[in-house]
């Protein structure tokens, strides 16, 4: 594997086409620093989670040259000690298109065994892609009429919540967007915040959200970002944060976080997936 720096990372570089298998091109990158900056320690996690990747692009030979086509859903857990870089994957998934396997099966084998390894953890792929499917249980705060002038760095002060109300809702907006931290480019998420506890404040959320908008950071370490600050300002009993980015050189990631004992949100795709 690469080292672990995003300075030795390929993203962002003109990068040569893999010209046949080669799990050397995984990047992996610790998670450890990004949580430590958040107050996180590494072997005291405040939340359980996955990170499920959708993979759109992933083809190889079969053993007599003929190519094969596929899509893949890839499942990290949060508690592994390194996550993958995109681009990297995203190489590493090209890297079968010219080489020869024996079936579907010994793909899903070899994919697994190196994402494990660079991950530090074991990782799930299965063959196929989600259902396209929205939540309609969760409250869209999008709509409300507020202004908004704080796009970065992400601001915690904003969320509040009234102690004196105690509910249990899930609440959604597709107004999250971040940059990579290393291209800068744009990325776009609907995320869902499901909770019980003290009621959170509209106006302050979606504030908050947008504070996001020119902020550098990997996905997973966003939606972590967003989940350690509405446990620490408000409170809720309850904390479930997912975030289903939007699409890039045919892979998207979805990383949930929550407090334990949740369930993992049910593996669907969004009308921008």
Not at 44 to 63: C, M, N, T, V
Not at 90 to 105: M, T
Not at 118 to 138: Q, T
């Amino acid at each position: 594997m690469n080292a672990n720096t995003t300075a030795n990372s390929p993203l962002g570089r003109e990068t040569a086409y893999p010209a046949r298998y080669d799990a050397g091109l995984l990047h992996p990158i610790p998670r450890a620093p990004a949580r430590a900056q958040l107050g996180i320690a590494a072997d005291a996690l405040p939340f359980i989670g996955i990170d499920r990747w959708q993979a759109f692009e992933l083809s190889w030979l079969d053993q007599r040259g003929k190519p094969q086509v596929a899509t893949a859903t890839l499942q990290v857990p949060a508690d592994s000690p390194r996550l993958v870089e995109s681009k990297s994957l995203k190489l590493y998934l090209n890297s079968f298109n010219a080489s020869r396997f024996d079936d579907a099966e010994a793909v899903r084998a070899r994919i697994e065994a190196d994402l494990s390894q660079a991950a530090g953890a074991p990782v799930a792929m299965a063959f196929g892609l989600p259902a396209l499917a929205i939540a309609a249980d969760a409250e869209n705060i999008d709509g409300l009429d507020i202004a908004i002038d704080s796009y970065g760095p992400p601001d915690a002060s904003l969320l509040l919540a009234d102690a004196g109300n105690i509910l249990e809702e899930t609440l959604h907006s597709a107004l999250l967007k971040s940059n990579c931290p290393v291209t800068g480019q744009p990325d776009w998420a609907d995320v869902t915040i499901a909770y019980r506890g003290p009621r959170l404040d509209r106006a302050g959320l979606l504030r908050y959200i947008v504070s996001f908008r020119d902020h550098a950071g990997f996905h997973e370490q966003c939606v972590e970002q967003i989940f350690v600050d509405l446990l620490a300002r408000c409170a809720p009993q309850q904390l479930s944060v997912e975030a289903r980015y939007t699409r890039r050189g045919g892979l998207d990631i979805n990383p949930w976080r929550a407090t334990a004992g949740l369930a993992a949100p049910a593996a669907v795709r969004t009308e921008r997936q």
